[in-house]
């Protein structure tokens, strides 16, 4: 079973400002993805950036970053030079990793953040 | 990047009615999507699996007389509920997978029983 956790119901930011959503989670597989995607209010489902458990190499996609800790499990997104567009709900998930089998997503309870002038 | 297109965006209907929605890839064939269901201010809780040519794999609490999935070819998927009461009332939001764990997205569609 895996079970994803999002502490922060809400964040603020000023724009070009840094923002680090948290995330933990567990899970019993030892081959997982983990995934932080964006809900902004037409309500479809971005993704933002995705992690191979099996890297150790933090993720990037130009201004979203994540610091992966393995042991701890804990998967926080660092949003950089932040703008009005990243207002959304963000959420955290993660899904098994099996080659050939689609994968089945457990999201976090979402984090709304909010980006101020 | 892949689309995935939802139909209809919103649907509004009477109580005992049922309502079809469609799912579809339309760059990429998807032998799987998912059916999610999110209420307000809410995550996202999957409801079952959709499997090309088979049937699907509900999620423990999940009707599958009441929903029902079809996924009669490779690029769409469907979920009809049947005999809509107003605790259906949700926004269903599916998704599909392209492959090597990537997945895309439907636009959601808003059910609204009266």
């Known amino acids: 079973a895996q079970t994803v956790t999002q502490s922060q119901p809400e964040m603020s930011v000023q724009e070009a400002e840094t923002v680090t959503l948290s995330c933990t989670y567990d899970?019993?597989?030892?081959?997982?993805?983990l995934f932080w995607y964006k809900q902004p209010p037409s309500r479809q489902m971005i993704l933002v950036i995705r992690?191979?458990?099996?890297?150790?190499q933090n993720a990037t996609e130009n201004r979203f970053s994540v610091n992966f800790q393995k042991a701890a499990k804990s998967f926080s997104l660092k949003i950089s030079d932040s703008q009005l567009g990243d207002a959304a709900m963000y959420f955290c998930a993660t899904s098994r990793l099996l080659t050939g089998t689609a994968s089945k997503l457990t999201f976090g309870t979402g984090t709304r953040l909010q980006v101020t002038l | 990047g892949a689309v995935v297109s939802q139909h209809p965006s919103r649907v509004i209907c009477k109580s005992g009615t049922s309502v079809k929605i469609e799912c579809r890839s339309l760059?990429?064939?998807?032998?799987?999507m998912f059916w999610y269901r999110q209420f307000p201010k809410q995550s996202l809780m999957l409801m079952a699996t959709s499997n090309e040519g088979s049937k699907a794999t509900y999620e423990q609490g999940v009707e599958k007389d009441k929903f029902l999935i079809n996924h009669a070819s490779l690029t769409l998927s469907t979920l009809t509920v049947t005999s809509a009461h107003p605790e259906d009332s949700s926004f269903y939001i599916c998704?599909?997978?392209?492959?090597?764990?990537?997945?895309?997205f439907g636009e959601g569609s808003r059910l609204t029983v009266l």
């Open positions: 992690q191979e458990a099996y890297k150790q």
């Open positions: 760059d990429f064939q998807a032998t799987t």
């Open positions: 899970t019993s597989e030892s081959d997982y993805y």
């Open positions: 998704s599909a997978e392209r492959g090597g764990g990537e997945l895309f």
